[in-house]
């Protein structure tokens, strides 16, 4: 069964997009905030994404553009508004298609099939982060070193996705707690280190040259180089 993650403030939108979907065979997820739903994504695989524009906190692009910086799922965008300029903003954040409210039940399936039908196409190799003999497998969420699994927490492998998606790229431990911990504010920097020497570990004890790739800035945070 196909999974949909639906993130909105408003819960009676929520309600009317499970009504429409579910029936053709699609599970939901309701999620009323952006902290929220990137937190749920950050635990869980989902097939789409239906992200509401106009939400309190953070808002549908800024969602969007922190979904960007982990996960490839695709993102339906809802706005109220038809302005060329939001359509094209929410684009360029990211998402795959968007919809203007109000819209019916016939459209809103119609986009969902047509994007469906272009990731499964694709879905296989964007499964697949490979770095040398390191592989993630986004479907089965399986971290392996040369064909031998490396079991990592729900939290490690975030990070390590990250990583490997964004190669000598500097992320703070700011920005670090905010795109995997969801913007937890009782989260401190240095559960950061104690996640990221875990995984260091892992990695060593997989026989991983781990101390090549994933670097520290110091007083800053971690970058995974590319060279070798």
């Given at each position: 069964m196909k999974t949909v993650l639906l993130i909105d403030d408003e819960q009676r939108m929520l309600d009317l997009l499970s009504l429409y979907i579910e029936p053709y065979?699609?599970?939901?997820?309701?999620?009323?905030?952006?902290?929220?739903?990137?937190?749920?994504?950050?635990?869980?695989?989902?097939?789409?994404?239906?992200?509401?524009?106009?939400?309190?906190?953070?808002?549908?692009?800024?969602?969007?553009?922190?979904?960007?910086?982990?996960?490839?799922?695709?993102?339906?965008?809802?706005?109220?508004?038809?302005?060329?300029?939001?359509?094209?903003?929410?684009?360029?954040?990211?998402?795959?298609?968007?919809?203007?409210?109000?819209?019916?039940?016939?459209?809103?399936?119609?986009?969902?099939?047509?994007i469906m039908r272009r990731t499964s196409r694709t879905s296989h190799s964007e499964d697949i982060i490979k770095f040398g003999d390191l592989l993630i497998n986004q479907s089965t969420y399986q971290v392996t070193f040369q064909e031998k699994e490396i079991v990592l927490t729900p939290k490690e492998y975030a990070l390590l996705s990250l990583f490997l998606k964004n190669l000598n790229k500097v992320f703070s431990r700011e920005h670090l707690l905010m795109s995997i911990w969801g913007l937890k504010a009782e989260t401190e920097d240095r559960t950061i280190d104690s996640h990221i020497r875990n995984m260091r570990e892992k990695l060593r004890q997989a026989n991983f040259p781990v101390e090549k790739y994933l670097k520290t800035v110091w007083g800053v945070g971690y970058k995974w180089i590319s060279s070798k």
């Amino acid at each position: 069964m196909k999974t949909v993650l639906l993130i909105d403030d408003e819960q009676r939108m929520l309600d009317l997009l499970s009504l429409y979907i579910e029936p053709y065979g699609y599970r939901c997820f309701k999620k009323n905030s952006g902290p929220e739903g990137i937190e749920f994504l950050q635990q869980n695989k989902v097939d789409l994404v239906i992200l509401d524009i106009m939400m309190p906190e953070m808002d549908g692009w800024l969602t969007c553009e922190k979904i960007r910086e982990f996960s490839d799922v695709p993102i339906i965008m809802l706005t109220a508004r038809s302005e060329k300029e939001d359509i094209v903003k929410g684009l360029k954040k990211g998402a795959d298609d968007y919809l203007v409210k109000p819209f019916n039940e016939e459209e809103l399936l119609a986009r969902i099939e047509a994007i469906m039908r272009r990731t499964s196409r694709t879905s296989h190799s964007e499964d697949i982060i490979k770095f040398g003999d390191l592989l993630i497998n986004q479907s089965t969420y399986q971290v392996t070193f040369q064909e031998k699994e490396i079991v990592l927490t729900p939290k490690e492998y975030a990070l390590l996705s990250l990583f490997l998606k964004n190669l000598n790229k500097v992320f703070s431990r700011e920005h670090l707690l905010m795109s995997i911990w969801g913007l937890k504010a009782e989260t401190e920097d240095r559960t950061i280190d104690s996640h990221i020497r875990n995984m260091r570990e892992k990695l060593r004890q997989a026989n991983f040259p781990v101390e090549k790739y994933l670097k520290t800035v110091w007083g800053v945070g971690y970058k995974w180089i590319s060279s070798k």
